[in-house]
């Protein structure tokens, strides 16, 4: 999901996801999704709504926002 969401909005998303997530996961995880990233993959609209939609839920589960959202 994560990997999705930043090849489909790079500048919206990918430098404040790898931010987050620096902290938080190893130096090799992090690699990794940085060299996937980095593939240049297409995605389909059908595979970048199944990422916001799962991004969305995981916000929801575990109420990161007051109000929910809804996909």
Do not use: H, R, W
């Not at 909005?9 to 931010?19: C, E, F, N, R």
């Not at 995605?43 to 589960?61: G, M, R, S, Y």
């Amino acid at each position: 999901m994560i990997k999705s969401l930043i090849i489909a909005y790079p500048q919206a998303m990918g430098a404040t996801i790898l931010d987050a997530l620096a902290p938080a996961v190893s130096p090799a995880t992090l690699k990794v999704l940085i060299e996937e990233v980095s593939k240049g993959q297409i995605l389909t609209p059908t595979q970048i709504k199944n990422a916001e939609c799962e991004f969305i839920k995981l916000v929801n589960d575990e109420k990161i926002l007051p109000s929910a959202l809804s996909c």
